[in-house]
T-cell receptor, first 116, second 120 residues
Framework: ETGVTQTPRHLVMGMTNKKSLKCEQH?????MYWYKQSAKKPLELMFV???????ENNSVPSRFSPECPNSSHLFLHLHTLQPEDSALYLC???????????????FGPGTRLTVL | AQKITQTQPGMFVQEKEAVTLDCTYD???????LFWYKQPSSGEMIFLIY??????QNATEGRYSLNFQKARKSANLVISASQLGDSAMYFC?????????????????FGKGTSLLVTP
């Protein structure tokens, strides 16, 4: 495996379900990100993990819960979602070293989530 | 306030022609980075090209070049010799150099994107 992988690629869930999205990066990076891409809206940053320390975006509802057990893996735990949470969820990683040129974020293929 | 503005929702270009996708940005930082990404219908966001605010030369990567005009705060993407496989959404993004706050320091601010269709 190379780059950034995400599983599952597609997920359909009911509002009472609990599911998790998984992201894995094989680039030796030390920062990982979750983004949400809704129709007709710019990508929105949800969470950042920098050296495994969580940087939480306060506007993200608590029904989204991230977990970063190590610098290569990132999870997004989902519970009691709403239909408006249906979107493409993209994971990214980057190498933070203080210089912008090395902070390029590389994205995975995304998980397309549908909440019924 | 929107930090990245892409004014072209959709663009058409004929195969083998060049096309310019517009991007303007808003920041008070002196140090920042500008990125362009391509998103095909499959969904993956593919990094294309990067321009640093202190770079004196315009960035180039193969058929992609970035027309960086700092005073105008514009960072247009130029694709030369368009190919059918270039049909996709294109996003301009900015990372500001100064870490403002814990929940914004590492964010990429994306524009709404431009849909490019390359025709035979």
């Amino acid at each position: 495996e190379t780059g950034v992988t995400q599983t599952p690629r597609h997920l359909v869930m009911g509002m009472t379900n609990k599911k998790s999205l998984k992201c894995e990066q094989h680039l030796g990076h030390n920062a990982m990100y979750w983004y949400k891409q809704s129709a007709k809206k710019p990508l929105e940053l949800m969470f950042v993990y920098n050296f495994k320390e969580q940087t939480e975006n306060n506007s993200v509802p608590s029904r989204f819960s991230p977990e970063c057990p190590n610098s290569s893996h990132l999870f997004l735990h989902l519970h009691t979602l709403q239909p408006e949470d249906s979107a493409l969820y993209l994971c990214a990683s980057s190498l933070l070293s203080g210089g912008l040129s090395t902070d390029t974020q590389y994205f995975g293929p995304g998980t397309r989530l549908t909440v019924l | 306030a929107q930090k990245i503005t892409q004014t072209q929702p959709g663009m058409f270009v004929q195969e083998k022609e060049a096309v310019t996708l517009d991007c303007t940005y808003d920041t008070s930082d002196q140090s920042y980075g500008l990125f362009w990404y391509k998103q095909p219908s499959s969904g993956e966001m593919i990094f294309l090209i990067y321009q640093g605010s202190y770079d004196e030369q315009n960035a180039t990567e193969g058929r992609y070049s970035l027309n960086f005009q700092k005073a105008r705060k514009s960072a247009n993407l130029v694709i030369s010799a368009s190919q059918l496989g270039d049909s996709a959404m294109y996003f301009c993004a900015m990372r500001e150099g100064k870490i403002q706050a814990k929940n914004s320091g590492y964010a990429l601010n994306f524009g709404k994107g431009t849909s490019l269709l390359v025709t035979p």
